[in-house]
């Protein structure tokens, strides 16, 4: 099992991105899927996190101007974040809490995809 991310890379203050991450491999069930973001010289901090019925919680930095959905039948979740600001420069991660067909359920990390917002 894995995740992949992609959709990082240098936007303008204002601008917007979309980020997507997707698991792969032999998986049973997808729970709780999320994005986390790490600052140079920061501790990582959730973002974003959605359950598998489609409840969301935020970051209270992040409400009003990120979204968090998934795909479940694709096992994908994405982050649309739009008035990005110099201070959402970050590299996100993304998680996933996954039980495989043979084994117990886990976290799951993706590597990280850099956002670089610029003022």
């Known amino acids: 099992v894995q995740l992949q991310a992609s959709g990082g890379g240098l936007v303008q203050t204002g601008g917007s991105l979309r980020l997507s991450c997707a698991a792969s491999?032999?998986?049973?069930?997808?729970?709780?899927m999320g994005w986390y973001r790490q600052a140079p010289g920061n501790k990582r901090t959730l973002v974003a996190l959605?359950?598998?019925?489609?409840?969301?919680s935020y970051a209270d930095s992040v409400k009003g101007r990120f979204t968090i959905s998934r795909d479940n039948a694709k096992n994908a979740v994405f982050l649309q974040m739009n008035s990005l600001k110099p201070e959402d420069t970050a590299v996100y991660c993304c998680?996933?809490?996954?039980?495989?067909?043979?084994?117990?359920?886990?976290?799951?990390w993706g590597k990280g995809t850099l956002v670089t917002v610029s003022s």
């Open positions: 959605i359950s598998s019925g489609g409840s969301t």
């Open positions: 491999g032999s998986i049973r069930r997808v729970d709780n």
């Open positions: 998680n996933a809490e996954i039980t495989p067909r043979s084994g117990l359920q886990k976290d799951y």
